[in-house]
């Protein structure tokens, strides 16, 4: 998908991201850390699938491991769209996710509070 595609020099962007995913602003159940891995399990969507050409160019960037940031850069779509987009995708088994292991990106409650007697100990 080329940028040019969705830009028009005097008008903007033709189609406004909220509407590539109809207005919704998150998917059902589904929350992608922005580093988590995506890679396309299937290499097009099935005919009768009800999707959109960014799905399938989705599947065609994923054909080797991206994390979901890289994927909204290189499809230069905000990153809420393009969760809602994957979201769709691991609906339908055509994408698969590797979360990292923390996803918070910040530690237990657990190891803080070892970490905190340990330094009382001191």
Do not use: K
Request: aromatic share 4%; hydrophobic share 45%.
């Amino acid at each position: 998908m080329t940028s040019a595609q969705w830009v028009d020099d005097a008008a903007g962007p033709v189609v406004r991201p909220y509407a590539m995913v109809r207005g919704r602003t998150r998917n059902d159940g589904y929350w992608l850390d922005l580093v988590a891995f995506v890679v396309a399990s299937v290499g097009t969507l099935q005919q009768g699938a009800a999707m959109q050409p960014e799905h399938q160019a989705i599947l065609t960037l994923c054909r080797r491991p991206l994390p979901v940031g890289e994927v909204a850069a290189r499809m230069n779509l905000p990153v809420g769209v393009v969760r809602v987009l994957l979201g769709d995708l691991l609906e339908t088994h055509a994408i698969r996710v590797r979360q990292p292991a923390n996803p918070s990106g910040r530690p237990s409650v657990r190891l803080i509070n070892e970490v905190l007697a340990g330094l009382r100990e001191l």
